[in-house]
């Protein structure tokens, strides 16, 4: 079978299809009074495909370009005019076309400007600190506005980090060396990252972190105070979830994993960074209820940060197979029927995604969309995560478990280190079981062009309900509480996990009718719902309660939405 033709990223402006970026090194300052970087980006920039180029384009966002040189010596560049949402594109005119397989050093001097879509700053009041906070978000498109490169996850490179700040640096690469600068109050903090990674993996933070052993290949990093409940949450687990992993991939290959907890402004429950994972302090709940976060970002080490989704547009591979190796995480470390409990929990993330985007925005809920001309941030939703887990299930569930066992490490061997998109799943899949009848014959009856660009949702799977029958049952008793003059008690939750309470939470939000102001107010009081110290509890409960317009949720959705900065529970709330 011929290679299916790679499809170009519509979301980037620069002619990767003829160079690509091999090494990337980024020297910057971190200067927290003017909220800037400065310094300069080298990039080791290899012809490919030339056919006579005679410049090289690379992405930038509301960048500042102070100089550019080509192998040590000044060259001709121009910042083309802006095209939302993909930024200005930096030309380098090349003196003359470059031999496939030479490279060139493109060396470029540049400032970040107050534009910049990547960097959060925070004050010391928002980082929870006496000290000011800063740390990057580059996922999806916003590497381009810290330094220009070939913003596409089809280019991968090593990395090389210089970062000068007077406070602790973190990046995603191992850090080497941290030197004081003479005559400054700068430290430099030199990390290699030696593992091909796409510019959205680009991270670094900088503020009044401090670091604590959870394992012994992993630390948790996270302000003075925080520490001690941080160490708490994950020391017992993160090992277990990694070893866990390997025997369902293989060895883990980034050396290092470790935690980041953030200021709680930052948007995500956690972003997949390699050799620092980032998170929300929303999972720091006291109570290792929310360690799945970890399961889900470790399992991005393989799938997004290894082998990693060519284009936005092919972004399930990185999220339907993590939410996929997450739940196969928690069955082996919990059980069986966990991975369906967190499947249901997810079944219902996307029923309401697809939902929200409602007739007119059909394109969102497929799991290959077209982003041609697309802010990637505007698709982001469960649809990728979920659409993506039902069907590589489905694909499990078709040559059955024994078998797509031995295809996971398979995949993860062939794309390691590599990009690759949908089509080529595809095919890889399809040829790992050519020599399979059963498999491959029940492989012919998937309908690739339904799943891949079919809207809505798919088919409702069948799940294990074993854990989940005990919240439906309490859902119907409170659905139908004033005609069987229902009496709630402490009891019909005692014991219960939080994710038992998220599955009954979820049924009551799903009810066609609010429950009354009354019946709102006695679940909350019965089941303590107002001293619970797991967000994914209490955000959902305060949904319950504004739904019945009760006024006792009003003041604590506030404070919630003052101090939390994750979308997934500001959005709905
Ligand atoms: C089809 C969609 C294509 C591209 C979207 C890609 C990135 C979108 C951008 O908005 C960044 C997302 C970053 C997500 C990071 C972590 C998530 O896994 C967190 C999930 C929600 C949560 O638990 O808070
Ligand atoms: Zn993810």
Wanted: proline share 6%.
């Amino acid at each position: 079978m011929a290679a299916a033709p790679r499809r170009r990223d519509p979301n980037t402006l620069s002619n990767y299809e003829h160079f690509t970026t091999t090494h990337t090194k980024i020297s910057l300052a971190i200067d927290f009074g003017t909220r800037t970087l400065a310094g300069n980006a080298k990039l080791k920039i290899k012809s490919t495909n030339n056919s006579g180029q005679q410049e090289i384009v690379l992405d930038t966002s509301h960048l500042s370009i102070l100089d550019v040189s080509l192998d040590d010596r000044p060259c001709e560049w121009q910042l083309a005019p802006r095209t939302e949402p993909f930024g200005s594109p930096l030309v380098i005119k090349l003196k003359q076309a470059i031999k496939d397989g030479d490279s060139v050093d493109v060396d470029i001097k540049l400032q970040t400007t107050d534009k910049c879509t990547a960097l959060g700053w925070m004050t010391p009041a928002q980082a929870r600190s006496e000290f000011p906070y800063m740390n990057s978000q580059c996922q999806a498109i916003h590497a381009r506005s810290i330094f220009p490169c070939q913003d596409t996850p089809d280019v991968k490179s090593t990395y090389e980090f210089v970062i000068d700040s007077d406070m602790p640096v973190i990046a995603s690469g191992l850090l080497r060396n941290v030197e004081k600068l003479e005559d400054s109050e700068l430290r430099r903090h030199t990390c290699y990252q030696e593992i091909p990674i796409p510019s959205y993996l680009f991270a670094i933070a900088s503020g009044d972190i401090t670091f604590a052993p959870i394992g012994p290949r992993s630390r948790i990093a996270t302000n003075p105070e925080s520490l001690d409940a941080a160490k708490w949450e994950f020391e017992k687990d993160t090992e277990n979830y990694i070893q866990e992993l390997e025997k369902i991939v293989y060895p883990y290959q980034w050396k290092e994993y470790n935690l980041l907890v953030l200021p709680p402004s930052f948007p995500y429950g956690g972003m997949e960074n390699p050799v620092y994972t980032y998170v929300t302090p929303t999972v720091v709940s006291g109570d290792r209820e929310n360690v799945d976060v970890v399961a889900h970002e470790l399992s991005h080490s393989y799938s997004g940060n290894l082998v990693t989704a060519a284009t936005w547009q092919d972004f399930w591979l990185n999220e339907g197979w993590t939410t996929y190796l997450e739940r196969r995480l928690q069955a082996a470390m919990f059980g069986e029927p966990f991975r369906d409990f967190s499947a249901i929990i997810g079944w219902k993330g996307l029923k309401d995604s697809v939902a929200e985007y409602g007739e007119d925005k059909r394109e969102y809920t497929k799991l290959v969309p077209d982003l041609n001309g697309q802010d990637p941030d505007d698709f982001f939703s469960q649809v990728p995560y979920e659409k993506g887990y039902t069907f590589l299930s489905h694909l499990e569930a078709l040559v059955g478990k024994e078998k797509w066992n031995e295809y996971i490490p398979h995949y993860f061997t062939t794309f390691a280190r590599r990009s690759l998109d949908s089509l080529e799943f595809k095919e890889n899949l399809i040829k790992f079981f050519a020599a399979d009848e059963s498999a491959s014959s029940a492989l012919k009856t998937v309908d690739w062009d339904a799943w891949y660009y079919g809207t809505g949702l798919p088919q409702k799977p069948k799940f294990d309900t074993s854990l989940a029958d005990v919240c439906y049952a309490l859902a119907s008793k409170w659905e139908n509480a004033s005609a069987n003059h229902f009496k709630p008690s402490s009891e019909d939750v005692k014991g219960w996990k939080g994710r038992q309470l998220v599955v009954f939470l979820d049924s009551v939000n799903d009810f066609s009718e609010p429950l009354s102001k009354e019946l709102a107010q006695a679940m909350g009081d019965t089941y303590g719902f107002f001293e619970s110290k797991n967000v994914e509890v209490t955000a959902r409960y305060y949904r319950v309660g504004l739904r019945s317009r009760d006024e006792k949720v009003y003041q604590p959705t506030t404070e919630l939405l003052s101090n939390v900065g994750r979308m997934k529970f500001v959005r709905p709330l």
